[in-house]
Every structure is written in structure tokens, then in C-alpha cells.
């Protein structure tokens, strides 16, 4: 599992669209005689709480849906982390 994160942390990271999204498109919202450093973490912070506002509201989402609606291949693995779901749907969202 760790190797997994390791994974995503880096595919993040080296990701070239997130540099390019921040170099192109905030400093249009700096506003002009301001100190371009604190601004620009001001907005990657904002940036970055609406990201994890987001990404919380899914999972929380996903976990209340799941409770609602059981999917039957979930419920053949046992365990918190259902191993073989994982494995087989990890090719579809971590490709390289």
C-alpha cells in the first residue's frame, strides 16, 4: 500500500500540467504593485484548501453511496482494503 501512495505522490509530483497550470495561470489574478511571493502562496493555498474541501466532499460521498448501494464483487474480498478490486482497477487510474 505504501508503494501504491509512493506512486501517486510522485505521478503528482511530476506532473507536468500542474507547474504549467500554476506559471500560466495565477499570476493573472496577482494584483499589479503586490509582492508577487506572498501572493502567490496565498493562492496556492487557496488552491490547495479547495482541493481538499473537493476530494473530501467525494470520498465522503462515495463511502455514504456504497453503504446505500452494495456492489457485489466488493463484498467477495474481506478486509478493509479489498486487495483484488484494487489490483484489478489500478491499471485504470495509476498508469504511468
Known sequence: ????YLT???TN???PKV???FVSFLPVFIPRGASV???SLMLGGIFLAEGIVWLTAIVWLAARLS???PHPLMA???GPYH???VQWAKPMVLHP
Open 1 to 4: 500500500m505504501a508503494a501504491d
Open 8 to 10: 501517486g505522490v510522485g
Open 13 to 15: 509530483l511530476f506532473n
Open 19 to 21: 507547474g504549467i497550470f
Open 37 to 39: 511571493a506572498p501572493a
Open 67 to 69: 453503504a446505500i448501494f
Open 76 to 78: 467477495a474480498v474481506p
Open 83 to 85: 486487495a483484488r478490486e
